[in-house]
């Protein structure tokens, strides 16, 4: 059975970090393009960063660019999501996707496979 298992949320204060890792199981994710997504309560689930299968291609959602880092490690089968200066409006809950045949660009329309995500709150 195909997982993506998400771990790392929990509760910081605005201005801190936190890293969310992604461990996909039952089968390699070498080859497929990792993406992250997250949905704040009452709001459509929204692209956050997303990384190509060698890890030399990336790509981030304005509101993110400069604070978050994707990143991943095929030894391990592992993707992470490295985020400083966190905000407020960065609560929600994060989700981890995989995405065979899709891009970095396109992976929210052609995900194979999704998470059921971790908490991310932001206290002000």
């Known amino acids: 059975q195909v997982q993506l298992v998400e771990s790392g949320g929990g509760l910081v204060q605005a201005g801190g970090s936190l890293r969310l890792a992604c461990a996909p199981s039952g089968r390699t994710f070498i080859s497929y393009a990792m993406g992250w997504f997250r949905q704040a309560p009452g709001k459509e689930r929204e692209f956050v960063a997303a990384?190509?299968?060698?890890?030399?291609?990336?790509y981030y959602a304005d509101s993110v660019k400069g604070r978050f880092t994707i990143s991943r490690d095929n030894a391990k089968n592992m993707v992470y999501l490295q985020m400083n200066s966190l905000k407020p409006e960065d609560t929600a809950v994060y989700y981890c996707a995989a995405s065979f045949y899709g891009s970095i660009w396109s992976i929210a329309s052609r995900a194979d496979y999704w998470g059921q995500g971790t908490q991310v709150t932001v206290s002000s």
């Open positions: 990384i190509s299968w060698s890890g030399g291609s990336r």
